[in-house]
């Protein structure tokens, strides 16, 4: 396996929702590859790397608080770079995150581990060479908006990171992971050369992804049950091909006690 990308979201000490992994798990799990000779990359930098090349992409979805706090100090002492998606509406408002899959944990102890990056947080980050992209603007169901509803998610989202950052904002990540032929075509109609999904499994990246490819880059969804052999179990799969992707639901699970604690965030 020459790319590995990893999808977290959050990273606390003490949530114990499945979104979150510590610190120490963090730092676990990316040094288990770094000791095997993946270098860090971000996701405009896997997508152009020559084939062949043992790299690691650590990517955090929702752009939470945390990420700046937490995960920032481990990653860089480890020398990695990341790739950070955020939910403009939520970074620029500073509103807590509260669609419907999270918005339980608003009523409990750890409603503050739903706070977002400042916009100032991006900019550092992206400072520190991390590339930001971005999640949409409010989080919904790519798949079942109509056309217009889903540009403007996708393309408002790309220009005010882009205002932000005062450089090209040139990756999405899609909510939930979710999307289909006509959510991709119009992500790269927004102006996106690279998107990245969570199909479950332990999928590959293309050998040299082009073209539309690049608009649908696999990664592995990484929470907080993935203890030491857990991980290993399941980013050991990513070298081998063990068995096809569960395929990605393309509508809103409707609401259950078991949907509304969905990692997929
Ligand atoms: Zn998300």
Redesign the pocket.
């Known amino acids: 396996m020459s790319v590995v990308a990893l999808c977290y979201?959050g990273v606390s000490p003490t949530w114990r929702s499945p979104m979150a992994v510590t610190p120490r798990q963090l730092e676990a799990q990316v040094t288990h590859f770094l000791r095997r000779g993946h270098r860090p990359a971000t996701v405009a930098e896997a997508v152009s790397a020559p084939p062949g090349r043992r790299l690691l992409v650590v990517t955090f979805?929702?752009a939470l608080a945390s990420v700046h706090r937490l995960a920032l100090p481990v990653l860089e002492r480890l020398g990695v770079v990341a790739t950070v998606?955020a939910?403009t509406a939520y970074v620029f408002s500073g509103e807590r995150?509260h669609?419907p899959e999270v918005r339980h944990h608003l009523l409990g102890p750890d409603a503050a581990e739903l706070d977002p990056m400042t916009p100032a947080q991006l900019v550092d980050v992206a400072a520190r060479g991390w590339e930001v992209g971005a999640?949409t603007c409010t989080?919904p169901w790519l798949p079942e908006l109509d056309d217009d509803e889903l540009r403007t998610e996708l393309v408002e989202s790309r220009v005010a990171l882009e205002r932000l950052l005062d450089r090209p904002c040139a990756s999405i990540?899609y909510?939930?992971g979710a999307h289909d032929d006509r959510v991709v075509r119009a992500a790269e109609a927004a102006g996106y050369a690279t998107g990245v999904t969570l199909p479950g499994g332990a999928p590959r990246w293309p050998a040299a992804p082009v073209g539309r490819r690049r608009l649908t880059l696999p990664r592995i969804g990484v929470y907080r049950a993935d203890g030491p052999l857990r991980y290993r179990l399941k980013v050991g799969a990513a070298g081998r091909v063990v068995r096809r992707p569960k395929a990605i639901s393309r509508r809103r699970p409707t609401a259950s006690p078991a949907n509304v604690h969905t990692p997929?965030?």
């Open positions: 979201h979805d929702d998606y939910p995150m669609w999640h989080h990540a909510p939930f997929r965030a």
